[in-house]
Every structure is written in C-alpha cells, then in structure tokens.
C-alpha cells in the first residue's frame, strides 16, 4: 500500500480529539442528569457537613453557566474534528487501495497480452471456482478485476479514473470508529497507545475519586443518622479519661491533636513530651533541683565550722533503672519498701545528702545521659515531627529550638534513655558510678516517676484511640507500651536482642497457638446486619510451663515464696477486630463525634480519622489479662456488632502484646452478612453503636 497516500500523521490527531469527545460528552450527561435530579435539602445541613461535601463533592454546575456551555461547545467541536480527520484518513486508505488496484493480477492474466470477452469470462468462472473459500473483500475485488476488463462501462471507468467504479467519492466526516484506531498501525501508532495509556490513567483516577466521593456520601448519612444524645456519654467518657490526678484530660486532648492514624511510636512518645502538663512537670523537677542546691549550700555554710560529713545516700542502681527492663516480674516488693522507709529516714534525720551532677564531682546525671547517647547518634533525637509541629514558651518568649526549653528537654532525654536502657544500664560509667553510689536521684528517680506518668498518658491515648475506631493507631499504640515497657526501639535488632533475651531466661519465646476460631450470631443461625455477634477464639500459651519454671527459679533463688510472688504476675495481650468488604466497598464505622469533641478533639482531627480507610475501622478491642503464669489455654471471645450493609467480609483479629515483641499474630476469618430484612429481622440503623468493651 502506497503508504504517502496514507496520511498516518493524522491518526494521533484522531485519537485525542475523540478521546476528549468522549470525556466531555460524558461529563455533559452527567451534568444533565445531576440537574435534572437535584434536590434541595430537607434538613438543616451543618457547617461541618456543607464543608465536606464541598471539598469531596462538588458543586452541580447548572446548565445556564458559562462553564457548562464552553464544555458543550468544546465536545461538539471536538465531535466534529474527529469526524473531519477520521474521513480524511479512510479517504488516504481508499485512495491507497485503488493505487494497488490490477485487475489482470487479481485474474492471473498476463497485462501485455490481448484477451475476448469470452476468454475473460472462462477466466473470471475458474477463478471464482478456486477462490469460493475467499473472503468477502476478496471476492469483490475479484468482480471489480471481472467488471475492469469485460463490462463496457466499467472499461471506460477503469482507463479513465483507474478503477471500474469511477471517481473516487469520499465522505467530508466519518462518526464512526474504525479499526486504525481500535488496534492502532503506521509510524505513528506508538503515540496512539500513549494517548491511550494516559486515558486509562484518567478514568481510573475518575473511578477512584468516584469511590472516594460515594464513601464519604455514606459516612455523612450515618452521621445524621444517628441520635443526639451524647452528652451523658461525654460526661462519662471524660470522667473515665479523668480517674487519675497525675494526668490532665488537657494532655490527652493535645496528644490526640498531634497524632495520625499513620503515627508511630516517636510521635506517640514525643507526643507525652510535648504535652502541657508533662513540661509543667518537667520544670517541677528542676525546680525541685534549685531547691536542694540552695538548701545543701545553706546547710554546708551552717555546718562548715562543725567539721560535718557529708555523706551519700544509699542508692538502689538496679531500682533506679527498672535494671533491663526485659522482665521485672520477680520484683521482691517488701525489700523495695524496706530500702524506701530507710532513705525516707535518712531524710528525717538529715543523714542524707542528695549528690547532684555538675555539683558533685563524678556524679552521673541528665547530662551524661545526653552525651552517652550522642555518641551512638541517639541524641538529640530525630523523629520530632510531632515537636516541630508545636511552639514552646519558656519564660514569656518562644524558644527558637526545642532543646531549649528545659522542662521539655529533661522529659526527653528521660524518653531516650528509656529506649535505649539496653545501651545506659549495662554502661561501664554508670555501673561504677553506680557502685561508688555517684548518681544524681533527681534524675533518675524522677525517670521513674516520668515512666509511670508516661504509662497513665499511654493508657488514655489508648482508650481515646478506641474511640476514635483507628485500628493502626491502636496497634501503635501498644508497640509503644511494650517498647516503653522493655525500653528499646522498634528495629530489627531490638528484636534479636529481646528474644535472646527471653531464650536465656526463659528458655523459650512468648508464643500463641490458636486451635480455632469461628463467629456466631448471638441468639441466630446466620450472620445478618446490625446482629450482635461474638468471635470466639481457642488460644494456647505454649510458654506457659517454661515461665512458671524460670519464675519459680527466681523466687527460690531470692528466698520468696512462689506462691506469694507469682501472684503479682500479669501478662497483657490485646484482640483487635477489624473487616473488610470483598464484594464492594468496606461500610465506614460510625463515630461519637459529640464526645470526640467534649473531650477537646479538633474538628479536624475527627475528620482525619473518619476519612481513614474504613478497612482500617475497628470493630471491637477487648483487652485479655493472664494473671496465672500457669495458665495454658483459654477461650476468649470477642463481641462486636455486624456490619450494617450486606455482602461478604473478611474479618482480620489480630492478637496484640503488650509486654512482648515478635509475639503478634493476625487470623483471618470470611463470613458472609445478609440483610437482615431477608431473614425476617428489623433492620439495624447507623446510630446502633456497638457498646465499647470494657
């Protein structure tokens, strides 16, 4: 085929103007039926609500703006472009195929010779005989050949135009779709396919937000759907929240305004730094420094000319650092009295002197805390987006850098030191100072106070985590506890060391087997919306006999009753429940949004996590307590309530620690959810919340 008859350059050409044709015609029906069945609103929408709905939804353009008529007129436009260029190119197609035109080929006769009219119809019978197997098109051309050298009018047309038909007649606009284009050829066609590429990339990018705009449409139906009266819930989710003095409900609040659903443990635990009354704190405890440099100066001028010594008070190294960290279950209780009630004497009695660093020589404090863990880049620390998000007064003026404001300082260097205890207790210098009783107790003792305030602040972000139904911020919320339990980062060597750790001590790691697995609908046969179900789950310790010998090991070593000191033991695990969808998309979980915002959450904060993949939406978290070392195998179950929509789902539980790493494990469970007007029951509605597990 001749191809400079061919004019190939225009099929790209073709492509995009009817690729855009499409696009903007179905845009044009789209915003013809959106007017056609719009509707105005039969309740007062919120500012809330309107806000969303703009930002995910959109504004229905009306028919009569300008905007809707240069998008009619560019898609008839385009429309007409096409059909211009497409009937040019299937006229350079036609004209290509007459140029190859050759009736005495397609015959099998010799063009230089001269044939009758009867020899070419002998000719054009056999060969018509030989090709009854050929295509349509062949034949055709096979009559044209026929038509060309025996008709009379179709000679005159084949000497004149070169074809029996006569003159060429094209079409000035083809509408339809030709096969160039559905399977693209010539020089050119490599640019088809990547006009092609790009608007398959569209369409996809339309269906998702498509998606995206349909799941939102869900959420702000069951968010006015369900009741109002949450303000008795309120009241008691905030005296819940609010059962300890050590912790403000104001530091929580600030916590879960810097936190993401995709936050991890540094933003949890800078997170208790930066807050409010942590700092306050931090400041109290240098504050209290002051104080015990005046007065020891006060009582050094007084006594300077009795000849007094001073003299050390006694200091637990071991209890000051909660030593290891990886096991502290066989702490002797009435010892660590003993040792309080002696020290508080010495304190009666002006017996002890507190040695502070940088006052006392050889003393260990903040200070070589920072500098041991700078030489192992572990100071000052770098996962600070939570801090740098926040600005810090000290004094009535803004400081520049947070290391600059002390209080929030002394916290944080507290929080490093106890990610990295493996690193700070087994050091050389603090074991001799240790020894030598050389330790600055406003320090580390006030570490100790921190770590239990920290543990307070945990548990409340928990809770409010739960309340906010962010399955992976939950999660994270528990690696952080059994991170800042056993004092280590969340790295692959952390891990090799803890379960070594467990291997030496124990003589095996902490491990789960579930045996089965299966959920039931209280009170029915089947599955269906809106039912109150249960999962129940068959699990065995398998660490269960090794732990209760190396406990009983210890307590005979240290000369405890087992029986007494085995009764202190807790090991904390953690189900957390969560679905999704398999055949259509997962229904959001409903949230207290009334409560959220009495316990001081930003609106914003309770927009980010309703707009968390509802995948990600916890169903239930129940916590499980293991009080009895001893106790080898359990059946737990988990309620929760069944999705509202029907379909089918699969149910992820994962088993979470909270005191061990590398223990976790996630099941997987598939069940099917019917309507429940299928099966005679009422239908469940979006405020049936389910019940937080307690």
């Known amino acids: 085929m001749p191809a400079q008859l061919v004019p190939f350059y225009l099929m790209p050409i073709a492509a995009l103007l009817g690729l855009y044709a499409l696009t903007a015609g179905f845009k044009v029906v789209h915003l013809m039926y959106a007017n056609a069945t719009k509707q105005q609103p039969q309740r007062k929408v919120s500012a809330r609500e309107r806000l969303l709905q703009q930002q995910h939804k959109g504004t229905v353009v009306p028919l009569q703006s300008r905007e809707f008529a240069l998008l009619f007129l560019s898609f008839l436009l385009s429309l007409i472009a096409y059909a ?56 055709e051309d096979i009559k044209f050949a026929y038509q060309a050298l025996a008709d009379e009018r179709g000679m005159l047309n084949y000497k004149k135009y070169g074809h029996p038909l006569g003159a060429l007649e094209v079409d000035a606009f083809n509408m339809k779709i030709p096969s160039w284009l559905l399977v693209p050829a010539g020089p050119y066609r490599a640019g088809v396919y990547v006009l092609y590429g790009l608007s398959v990339l569209f369409w996809l990018s339309a269906v998702v937000q498509a998606y995206r705009r349909y799941q939102l449409e869900k959420q702000l139906q069951a968010e006015s759907a369900r009741t109002k009266s949450d303000e008795e819930k309120a009241k008691a989710a905030g005296a819940m929240l609010d059962d300890s003095n050590s912790v403000s409900q104001g530091d929580l609040a600030f916590m879960m305004n ?16 930066a807050a409010p009354d942590t700092i306050a704190w931090g400041l109290r405890q240098l504050e209290k420094v002051e104080e015990i440099k005046k007065e020891r100066k006060e009582k050094e001028a007084a006594k300077r000319d009795e000849g007094t010594v001073k003299t050390k008070d006694d200091v637990d190294l071991g209890a000051l650092l909660d030593e290891g960290g990886w096991d502290d279950e066989g702490t002797d209780e009435g010892s660590k009295s003993l040792e309080e009630r002696k020290t508080e004497l010495k304190a009666v009695t002006g017996q002890a002197v507190q040695l502070l660093e940088g006052v006392d020589d050889g003393v260990l404090g903040q200070t070589w805390v920072e500098n041991a863990l700078a030489k192992v880049n572990q100071w000052p620390p770098s996962a600070v987006a939570v801090l740098k998000n926040v600005s810090f007064e000290y004094k009535g003026e803004i400081v520049k850098d947070f290391l600059d404001h002390p209080g929030l300082r002394r916290v944080l260097c507290m929080t490093m030191g106890r990610l990295n205890s493996h690193l700070l207790n087994g050091h050389p210098q603090l074991l001799a100072a240790g020894a030598n009783k050389l330790i600055d107790q406003t320090y580390f003792k006030g570490s100790m106070e921190f770590r239990q305030r920290a543990g307070l602040l945990l548990e409340g972000t928990l809770r409010l985590s739960m309340m906010l139904r962010s399955y992976r911020l939950v999660h994270m919320v528990l690696k952080t506890v059994a991170l800042f339990r056993i004092g280590c980062h969340d790295t692959p060597e952390a891990l090799k060391l803890f379960e070594t750790m467990m291997q030496r001590q124990n003589n095996c790691l902490p491990r789960l087997e579930v045996h089965s697995k299966a959920i039931t609908s209280v009170g029915h046969s089947e599955i269906a919306t809106g039912d109150k179900c249960e999962l129940e789950v068959d699990m065995e310790r398998l660490h269960a006999e090794n732990f209760l010998k190396a406990k009983v090991a210890i307590c005979q070593q240290q000369g405890i009753p087992p029986q007494v000191a085995l009764q202190a033991y807790r090991e904390g695990w953690w189900l957390l429940l969560r679905c999704k969808r398999l055949d259509g998309p997962t229904p959001a979980q409903p949230l207290s949004v009334d409560i959220l915002r009495n316990l001081k959450i930003d609106d914003s904060q309770i927009e980010l996590f309703q707009k968390e993949d509802p995948e990600y939406h916890l169903l239930s978290a129940i916590p499980v307590i293991v009080s009895n070392v001893a106790q080898q195998r359990g059946k737990f179950q988990v309620k929760f309530t069944a999705p509202l929509e029907a379909g089918k789902y699969r149910f992820f539980l994962t088993i979470k620690s909270q005191d061990f790493l590398g223990a ?31």
Not at 118 to 130: A, D, G, H, W, Y
Not at 673 to 694: L, M, N, T, W, Y
Request: a negative charge; one cysteine or more.
């Open 258 to 273: 810097q936190l993401k659903p995709t936050s991890d443990y540094h933003d949890i635990l800078f997170g208790i730094c």
């Open 664 to 694: 976790d494990q996630e099941i997987e469970l598939t069940e099917t959810v019917v309507a429940a007007s299928s099966v005679g029951r009422e239908a469940a509605s979006e405020s049936d919340e389910p019940k937080k597990e307690k």
């Open 84 to 139: 211009f260029v497409v009937a040019r190119v299937e006229a350079g197609f036609l004209k290509a195929e007459r140029a190859l035109f050759d009736p005495y080929a397609l015959l099998g006769l010799n063009s230089n010779e001269m044939y009758n009219a009867t020899t070419i119809v002998e000719v054009f019978k056999n060969v018509v005989k030989q090709q009854s197997g050929a295509t349509e098109s062949a034949m």
